[in-house]
């Protein structure tokens, strides 16, 4: 079994718009403009690169890499070479026959009599600096690590990854840490834009309830390929299909992970020897070997491209349980009806399967004796399911999950409902890097509200109900743990609602599944869907095992202040009625928010309770003379539950002046 290091380090996020496999041109770059590409400070090929981002060639005679702002410590000085527009370079120090970097076109090392290798040109593994120049004018710096660069640099230098190297992301030269990220050889490094969505119709589905039946569905309409990227496929029913799908003359192509945690893979390889067998092109990434070269930690995501038109997407493995035949877990899923985001991810596939890093194998290869199962599909009963437009956007880990996650939290204005398995360790205890703590910092400044679900059906039950009264006590997120449900043991989902966005996908909240593992999701802008997962979430909600039925309310409420309370713990509870001021005059409200004006001084005891519910709560609170006020004993009665004109105007004033009205007591 492999040993394998979670790698928690702060990713520096680029700021270019555009994806990127390869570097692009960029039409605006002044002509002959050369830049360092990569450095790469691992192994005995350790070395950098120069690229031509501009539209002509330029001679590099004269041109030197320093690794040190004097070149001192180390140097190459480039003779008579050119580089052509969108054409790269490299340098290393020694040559390593099959490795990655030094075995690529035009790569000198210390023995080329095309450059001069003086002092010790080494990019060192804890952090440097390096330089470009043209004679004696700097071209350009990168410094990485422990070291900051002398001249040429802005800020902090490029955070560090063990076994990473450094790539630019693209032609902006900011010369900070921004315009470069840490990957590996294989990676997609595909950057996050809020504005890449693809036009689609989106259906949405839920474990356990749908038992997995739009999948079989959509795989059922397959005509020509079917692509699929997945932890664990040991469903005997999806294994029969494939094989049928061959029969038929479709293409199966896929990509299983080969080291699942915890995991005996025994049942499941029967499965994919019959689909093999039956014509599929099957292939295991990753192996049990320690030390060998993996572009992941672990393939943990679930899709599968059809007909490069529509693209399948869960939150749940492929499993017998999960797919109809026991009881499933807690996930969501969606069938997204898109060419545009089907051909986004059908290149997603094409690179992971290639076999250019070393760590793909055959199935076949891999495990020689395997026996295939006999396996017969059988159509799983007709289910409805709703179809709605949408926009989407991809998401995928290692490259942009973290930063999207972030950048939607961050935008969030009404509400942000996370549903997940668990915390990862580098995110308990609502530390700063944590989405708990992008909710948290929402909830506290925007006023959103923030809910966040984690399981306890596990052995890390107590962990979990200790994290959540951690970030009940300490934040605005309302916490709780969720010990199964309707036809379901585990929640082993990874969803979040967004305002009227809904992430679907694998990211489970843990630095390796953000930074490292490959992880597929999509963000599905739409009321109608988010909607159809918020009933969902709000079942689950009303389960929970912690929140209990009560009233949020500001610690301090003056007299002349606007107050908003807040029914709290009401689960799927849509319609209230309200007795603000505990004298039986009681108000419907479709909203679980009331806006009250001008309570007189006094002490009150407020009661809620649901008329399409069985919920009900108190809250006993005091109202503090202003002195500055003289209003009589006039109350205003206007409660509007959808923030009517004036309490909102009101409210908005408020904030300006800097009145923080906190919805949760004690915080």
Same mark, same amino acid.
């Given at each position: 079994?492999?040993?394998?290091?979670?790698?928690?380090?702060?990713?520096?996020?680029?700021?270019?718009?555009?994806?990127?496999?390869?570097?692009?041109?960029?039409?605006?770059?002044?002509?002959?403009?050369?830049?360092?590409?990569?450095?790469?400070?691992?192994?005995?090929?350790?070395?950098?690169?120069?690229?031509?981002?501009?539209?002509?060639?330029?001679?590099?005679?004269?041109?030197?890499?320093?690794?040190?702002?004097?070149?001192?410590?180390?140097?190459?000085?480039?003779?008579?070479?050119?580089?052509?527009?969108?054409?790269?370079?490299? =340098?290393?120090?020694?040559?390593?026959?099959?490795?990655?970097?030094?075995?690529?076109?035009?790569?000198?090392?210390?023995?080329?009599?095309?450059?001069?290798?003086?002092?010790?040109?080494?990019?060192?593994?804890?952090?440097?600096?390096?330089?470009?120049?043209?004679?004696?004018?700097?071209?350009?710096?990168?410094?990485?690590?422990?070291?900051?660069?002398?001249?040429?640099?802005?800020?902090?230098?490029?955070?560090?990854?063990?076994?990473?190297? =450094?790539?630019?992301?693209?032609?902006?030269?900011?010369?900070?840490?921004?315009?470069?990220?840490?990957?590996?050889?294989?990676?997609?490094?595909?950057?996050?834009?809020?504005?890449?969505?693809?036009?689609?119709?989106?259906?949405?589905?839920?474990?356990?309830?749908?038992?997995?039946?739009?999948?079989?569905?959509?795989?059922?309409?397959?005509?020509?390929?079917?692509?699929?990227?997945?932890?664990?496929?040991?469903?005997?029913?999806?294994?029969?299909?494939?094989?049928?799908?061959?029969?038929?003359?479709?293409?199966?192509?896929?990509?299983?992970?080969?080291?699942?945690?915890?995991?005996?893979?025994?049942?499941?390889?029967?499965?994919?020897?019959?689909?093999?067998?039956?014509?599929?092109?099957?292939?295991?990434?990753?192996?049990?070997?320690?030390?060998?070269?993996?572009?992941?930690?672990?393939?943990?995501?679930?899709?599968?491209?059809?007909?490069?038109?529509?693209?399948?997407?869960?939150?749940?493995?492929?499993?017998?349980?999960?797919?109809?035949?026991?009881?499933?877990?807690?996930?969501?899923?969606?069938?997204?009806?898109?060419?545009?985001?089907?051909?986004?991810?059908?290149?997603?596939?094409?690179?992971?399967?290639?076999?250019?890093?070393?760590?793909?194998?055959?199935?076949?290869?891999?495990?020689?004796?395997?026996?295939?199962?006999?396996?017969?599909?059988?159509?799983?009963?007709?289910?409805?399911?709703?179809?709605?437009?949408?926009?989407?956007?991809?998401?995928?880990?290692?490259?942009?999950?973290?930063?999207?996650?972030?950048?939607?939290?961050?935008?969030?204005?009404?509400?942000?409902?996370?549903?997940?398995?668990?915390?990862?360790?580098?995110?308990?205890?609502?530390?700063?890097?944590?989405?708990?703590?992008?909710?948290?910092?929402?909830?506290?400044?925007?006023?959103?509200?923030?809910?966040?679900?984690?399981?306890?059906?596990?052995?890390?039950?107590?962990?979990?109900?200790?994290?959540?009264?951690?970030?009940?006590?300490?934040?605005?997120?309302?916490?709780?743990?969720?010990?199964?449900?309707?036809? =379901?043991?585990?929640?082993?989902?990874?969803?979040?609602?967004?305002?009227?966005?809904?992430?679907?996908?694998?990211?489970?909240?843990?630095?390796?599944?953000?930074?490292?593992?490959?992880?597929?999701?999509?963000?599905?802008?739409?009321?109608?869907?988010?909607?159809?997962?918020?009933?969902?979430?709000?079942?689950?909600?009303?389960?929970?095992?912690?929140?209990?039925?009560?009233?949020?309310?500001?610690?301090?409420?003056?007299?002349?202040?606007?107050?908003?309370?807040?029914?709290?713990?009401?689960?799927?509870?849509?319609?209230?009625?309200?007795?603000?001021?505990?004298?039986?005059?009681?108000?419907?409200?479709?909203?679980?928010?009331?806006?009250?004006?001008?309570?007189?001084?006094?002490?009150?005891?407020?009661?809620?309770?649901?008329?399409?519910?069985?919920?009900?709560?108190?809250?006993?609170?005091?109202?503090?003379?202003?002195?500055?006020?003289?209003?009589?004993?006039?109350?205003?009665?206007?409660?509007?539950?959808?923030?009517?004109?004036?309490?909102?105007?009101?409210?908005?004033?408020?904030?300006?002046?800097?009145?923080?009205?906190?919805?949760?007591?004690?915080?």
């Amino acid at each position: 079994m492999r040993i394998r290091t979670i790698q928690i380090f702060t990713v520096a996020v680029a700021v270019s718009m555009f994806a990127v496999f390869h570097v692009p041109y960029d039409s605006d770059a002044a002509d002959g403009r050369v830049l360092i590409h990569e450095v790469n400070p691992y192994g005995k090929d350790e070395g950098v690169s120069l690229y031509n981002y501009g539209g002509s060639s330029v001679s590099l005679s004269g041109y030197s890499i320093r690794d040190d702002d004097t070149g001192k410590e180390g140097r190459i000085t480039i003779g008579s070479l050119t580089l052509e527009p969108n054409s790269r370079i490299t =340098f290393v120090k020694e040559k390593v026959s099959g490795n990655w970097f030094s075995e690529r076109d035009r790569t000198y090392d210390a023995g080329s009599s095309e450059v001069t290798f003086s002092g010790s040109f080494v990019p060192a593994d804890a952090g440097d600096d390096l330089y470009l120049y043209d004679g004696d004018r700097l071209i350009d710096a990168m410094c990485y690590g422990n070291k900051t660069a002398s001249e040429g640099w802005i800020g902090e230098p490029v955070q560090k990854s063990s076994t990473k190297y =450094f790539l630019r992301t693209g032609v902006t030269d900011t010369d900070s840490a921004v315009d470069w990220l840490a990957t590996k050889p294989g990676l997609t490094n595909r950057q996050f834009s809020p504005s890449t969505g693809f036009s689609a119709t989106v259906t949405p589905f839920v474990f356990p309830e749908s038992r997995g039946e739009p999948v079989y569905r959509a795989l059922e309409e397959a005509e020509s390929e079917v692509l699929i990227s997945i932890y664990q496929i040991s469903s005997v029913n999806v294994a029969a299909l494939l094989c049928m799908l061959e029969g038929r003359g479709v293409d199966v192509r896929m990509i299983v992970e080969g080291d699942a945690l915890g995991y005996a893979m025994a049942t499941e390889l029967t499965l994919l020897k019959a689909v093999s067998d039956a014509g599929g092109e099957i292939v295991l990434i990753n192996d049990k070997i320690s030390g060998n070269y993996e572009r992941f930690d672990f393939v943990h995501n679930k899709y599968a491209v059809v007909d490069g038109r529509t693209v399948i997407i869960t939150s749940e493995n492929w499993t017998s349980s999960n797919m109809g035949s026991g009881t499933a877990n807690r996930g969501w899923g969606a069938v997204v009806e898109s060419e545009g985001y089907a051909g986004y991810m059908r290149e997603i596939f094409e690179n992971d399967i290639s076999g250019e890093y070393g760590d793909v194998h055959d199935l076949n290869t891999e495990y020689p004796g395997i026996t295939a199962a006999d396996v017969k599909y059988i159509p799983p009963a007709a289910m409805e399911h709703r179809s709605y437009a949408a926009s989407v956007t991809p998401v995928l880990s290692p490259d942009d999950s973290y930063v999207a996650l972030k950048y939607y939290m961050d935008n969030a204005q009404e509400r942000i409902y996370a549903e997940q398995l668990d915390l990862g360790s580098g995110y308990m205890g609502v530390a700063p890097s944590s989405p708990v703590y992008w909710m948290a910092e929402a909830a506290a400044e925007r006023d959103v509200d923030a809910r966040l679900i984690l399981d306890a059906s596990t052995d890390d039950a107590a962990e979990h109900e200790a994290e959540v009264d951690l970030v009940n006590a300490t934040t605005k997120v309302q916490a709780a743990t969720i010990n199964g449900g309707t036809g =379901f043991g585990t929640n082993h989902n990874k969803g979040v609602i967004i305002d009227d966005k809904v992430w679907i996908g694998s990211v489970n909240w843990t630095s390796n599944s953000f930074l490292n593992n490959r992880e597929a999701a999509v963000v599905v802008d739409s009321t109608d869907v988010t909607d159809y997962f918020l009933e969902y979430f709000m079942t689950d909600w009303s389960n929970n095992s912690v929140t209990e039925a009560h009233v949020i309310a500001p610690d301090r409420i003056v007299e002349g202040q606007p107050v908003v309370f807040t029914a709290a713990g009401a689960g799927s509870t849509k319609s209230f009625e309200w007795d603000v001021l505990g004298n039986d005059d009681w108000v419907p409200s479709g909203n679980d928010r009331i806006v009250r004006n001008n309570i007189p001084p006094g002490e009150y005891t407020l009661k809620v309770r649901g008329t399409d519910s069985g919920y009900y709560a108190e809250l006993t609170y005091a109202v503090l003379a202003d002195p500055s006020l003289n209003n009589g004993d006039g109350v205003d009665d206007g409660i509007d539950p959808a923030y009517a004109a004036v309490p909102a105007i009101i409210i908005i004033i408020a904030a300006l002046f800097g009145i923080h009205m906190r919805t949760r007591s004690g915080r």
